[in-house]
């Protein structure tokens, strides 16, 4: 038999203890958590509906989410999230659990350990340094609340420069308690910056500060044709004598950076002119010439290398003075205040000077005299010249050089003296005056006075000399005199004859024309156009150049009554007009109309004269084209020359012949404005050339159709100003790393897209691969050569990738232009662990990470497309995931651990 008794209900007994239900295994800072303790009486049953309240005991600065406090459950259990403290040196964070006010507590400590790599700091991380200084530079790991991550053994972190010059060793490293470290020298002075990153997370990383590297020591001197290290170092050089070369004295360190310019004693060698001077720099002003030798630079500081100019060569100057001289050479007799006879000869040398008084040479010139005092016997334009006194008087000669008619140079003051006595002229008064006597007539009752004049042999008068007079014909009133020289003629009856001289001193006689001797007196000429008193008298008259008219001496007496047509003088009184045919008297004569001007006619008798009207002439029919003005000139491509090219036409005489059409044309691609121009009252005609616009010779003509000539002018068409800037070869090119590329090449053109030479082109590499910097590129600053192309050489640095390289100058439309040379990666040389290696795993199973290999060329480039083999040792096994390495060279397998351990 039994009973049952009623439900008892157990109930927890009073709270006495919390269990910690939670990890407490060390947290990364600033991580969360979720803890939980469970509230407990003495026998381990749950309470629940109670309050715990958390708290951080500790120094950090951890924190709860809410609600706080939280109640337990009905296992008893309170939860709450804690986010752990950011700083490392906090630890460990005590949290406190804590019911009914401290009847039941529970303290939780949790180790706090540092959070991932964030970034990197580098110490120094400003630094001011010398070229050539090796400097050691810490690397510290830090997470992202800036503790240091200490726990880091493994990562591999690399070290990179903003500058290719900067040598950095070792180029990556392991962290060592979240520390590492790297030397870099730079023997280049520049700035640049240090940047650390984890290899295999590259945005983790750390930048220096500006790293400055100064020159070094002053170690040698160097001779530059531009202060501040511009120009270049003096090589060979050639200077004139009136030129003058600056020299700048730049210094260097022993690593080839330059310091600044410095003060150096300045010397000469050879045969140049000496001359010390001190300075930072020196203009060289050479006087004298030929010379040669070098110029030095001597550092005031010891233990400099000096530094001396390549051979400076001096050459005479250009010209600057000419002096007359009577010798050719240097030094030779000038020509100062002179007398000479006209029997002399005297020769004259141009030889000329540069602006120090160095001989050049003799230059041919233009020779030149005033007071008509003689002439040149020997050809014009010539370095030299005979000069021949003939004209009593005074004088100077002229010598002007043909290269440049501003230098020239004048004799002295030249007397010229009659010479020795060679010919007798027989003149109708003393002392050499009046004229000389020829054809005459006289009327009885009239009287002749002749005079006996000594000449030289040049026609100078010397003067009157005594002679033994005769006469041949009828003429009287004369009888025969000895040995005087002065003779009077006094005719008694008409007759004809003429008188002539004789002497024993060897000179040349001289006789009289026909004098005749008639009786009656006319009164007065009268100039006819037709004989025997016929046609009328010339008045006034026009005529062309090419004419000709004949006229007549008509004499009369005072009665008008007419006489005959009797010898006459004839000539023209005004300007140039013609000549006459007969220069000696006659009754008639014709004149030739050869140049355009006016004049009269002139008909004299003893003294008896008569004149025409005005007699006038203008142009014959075109006949001939001259060239004027501009010809052979150089100008640029599609403009107009700064000399209109001009024409004059001229008729058979030389004559300016007015209103004529000219017609311009050109067979190029110019113009000439306007095409048609009539020749204004000189015979004058011009146009306006536009070149055309290709380069070379261009040509232009003038044609006037009356006229079988044509006048052809010339001109040279050059390049107008560069304008822009083009890629003249490939763009772009492919090569395995260290070898050289197609050159790189430009061409230069003006705005017509004709090249331009000259033009200073800049190459400069723009980026290139990480490590890349021992590319090598040939000359920096090119000069365009005559079909406008400037070019350098290109060699690939070690590191795969892109090279951009640009070639500039601001002035350019177009610049910079960019070329892209590619270095592909050199063939596979290694293979590199990557990741995946030191792991520890079961026996049989897969290890965890992934085995990571790379494989490499010669210069640590990663090799795509290769075949790799993966093999296990004992009785593992692999799972290959790629063979063929990738773009970044990468292979990997899973690895299936032996089965003995």
């Known amino acids: 038999m039994k009973g049952t008794s009623p439900q008892i209900t157990v109930s927890a007994n009073v709270p006495d203890q919390l269990r910690v239900l939670t990890s407490i295994s060390p ?36 924190s709860f989410s809410e609600p706080n406090p939280a109640t337990t459950t009905a296992n008893g259990v309170a939860e709450i999230t804690y986010t752990a403290s950011s700083d490392v040196t ?42 050539g200084s090796a400097v050691q530079f810490i690397v510290t790991a830090y997470d992202e609340f800036n503790n240091v991550v200490v726990n880091n053994t493994t ?36 700035n640049y910056t240090l940047t650390a990153r984890l290899l295999l997370d590259p945005q983790k990383r750390g930048q220096s500060g500006i790293i400055t590297i100064r020159p070094d020591t002053l170690n040698y001197v160097v001779i530059r044709t531009a202060a501040f290290n511009e120009g270049q170092a003096y090589g060979d050089t050639s200077v004139t004598a009136d030129g003058t070369l600056s020299l700048y004295a730049a210094g260097y360190d022993r690593f080839d950076n330059y310091r600044n310019d410095v003060i150096v004693n300045w010397g000469t060698t050879g045969t140049l002119d000496p001359f010390t001077s001190s300075g930072k720099s020196w203009v060289f002003s050479p006087a004298t010439a030929p010379a040669s030798g070098q110029i030095t630079a001597t550092s005031l500081a010891s233990g400099v290398t000096p530094d001396s100019t390549g051979t400076i060569t001096v050459t005479t100057g250009t010209l ?4 007359i001289q009577t010798e050719r050479g240097d030094g030779g007799s000038v020509v100062s205040d002179s007398s000479l006879t006209t029997d002399e000869l005297l020769i004259l040398y141009a030889s000329a000077y540069d602006g120090n008084g160095n001989y050049l040479n003799e230059i041919a010139s233009t020779w ?67 004229t000389v006597v020829d054809t005459d007539t006289i009327i009885v009752g009239g009287t002749l006075v002749f005079y006996s ?40 009856v008409p007759g004809i004859g003429y008188i002539f001289t004789s002497n024993a001193s060897g000179w040349t006689n001289d006789s009289t024309g026909t004098i005749v001797i008639r009786s009656g007196q006319a009164t007065q000429i009268v100039i006819r156009s037709a004989p025997n008193n016929g046609g009328i008298a010339i008045d006034t008259l026009n005529r062309a150049a090419g004419d000709s008219v004949r006229l007549y001496a008509a004499f009369y007496d005072y009665q008008n009554n007419y006489l005959g047509d009797q010898p006459v003088l004839w000539s023209v009184q005004g300007d140039s007009i013609g000549y006459f045919g007969i220069t000696t008297p006659s009754d008639t004569n014709r004149f030739y109309f050869t140049k355009v001007n006016s004049a009269i006619f002139t008909a004299q008798s003893g003294l008896l004269t008569d004149n025409s009207g005005l007699v006038r002439v203008h142009a014959g029919a075109a006949y001939n084209v001259q060239l004027i003005a501009g010809t052979n000139q150089t100008g640029e491509a599609n403009t107009f020359l700064l000399v209109d090219p001009e024409v004059r036409v001229v008729d058979a005489f030389d004559n300016a012949v007015p209103g004529i059409p000219v017609q311009w044309s050109t067979p190029t691609n110019g113009s000439l404005t306007p095409p048609i121009v009539t020749t204004n009252t000189l015979g004058l005609a011009s146009s306006n050339w536009r070149l055309k616009s290709t380069l070379g010779p261009d040509t232009a003509y003038a044609v006037v159709n009356v006229i079988a000539d044509t006048a052809t002018f010339f001109a040279s068409v050059l390049s107008s100003s560069a304008d822009s800037m083009l890629i003249f070869s490939a763009a772009r090119d492919t090569n395995i790393v260290t070898q050289s ?93 990557y990741s995946g290696n030191q792991q520890s795993g079961i026996v049989g199973n897969t290890l965890s990470l992934n085995l990571v290999a790379r494989v490499l060329d010669q210069y640590n480039n990663p090799v795509s497309s290769v075949n790799v083999d993966w093999t296990p040792t004992a009785d593992g096994d692999t799972t290959v995931i790629s063979n063929v390495s990738n773009a970044n060279g990468l292979v990997s397998t899973q690895w299936i651990l032996r089965t003995n351990a």
Request: proline fraction near 4%.
């Open 27 to 62: 947290i990364i800072v600033g991580k969360d958590r979720v803890l939980q303790v469970r509230l407990e009486d003495q026998y381990t049953n749950p309470i629940s509906a109670a309050d715990v309240t958390f708290s951080l005991t500790s120094s950090g600065n951890g």
């Open 90 to 131: 906090d630890s460990p964070d005590i949290i406190h659990a804590d019911y009914n006010s401290g009847a039941v507590t529970r303290d939780i400590s949790l180790t706090l350990i540092n959070a991932p790599i964030a970034y990197f700091e580098l110490v120094p991380s400003v630094l001011d340094t010398t070229a």
């Open 155 to 190: 990562s591999v972190v690399e070290f990179l420069s903003s500058s290719p010059n900067v040598q950095i060793s070792p180029s990556d490293s392991t962290l060592t308690n979240g520390v590492t470290g790297f030397t870099a020298t730079d023997n280049v002075a520049e």
């Open 320 to 323: 600057a003075e000419i002096r």
């Open 368 to 434: 030149t005299m005033t007071g008509s005092i003689g002439a040149f016997i020997t050809a014009n334009s010539a370095d030299s010249i005979i000069f021949d006194p003939r004209t009593v008087g005074r004088g100077t000669i002229r010598a002007t050089t043909l290269s440049n008619p501003l230098v020239y140079d004048i004799t002295g003051l030249l007397t010229i003296t009659a010479g020795a006595i060679d010919a007798i002229v027989v003149r109708n008064a003393p002392g050499g005056s009046g």
């Open 453 to 492: 004049a000594g000449y030289d042999a040049d026609n100078n008068y010397v003067s009157d000399m005594n002679v033994d007079w005769h006469q041949n014909g009828t003429l009287t009133g004369l009888v025969d005199s000895t040995d005087i020289s002065r003779l009077v003629l006094s005719p008694v």
């Open 741 to 833: 590329v197609t050159n790189l090449v430009v061409q230069v053109v003006d705005s017509l897209s004709n090249p331009v030479a000259n033009a200073m082109i800049n190459f400069a590499v723009d980026s290139l691969p990480s490590g890349g910097g021992d590319f090598v590129l040939g000359a920096t600053l090119v000069l365009t050569d005559t079909l406008g192309l400037a070019q350098t050489t290109f060699t690939l640095g070690s590191r795969s990738g892109t090279y951009r390289i640009q070639a500039y100058n601001g002035l350019l439309k177009g610049s910079p232009v960019t070329f892209r040379r590619i270095a592909l990666p050199d063939a596979a040389n290694r293979i590199a662990v």
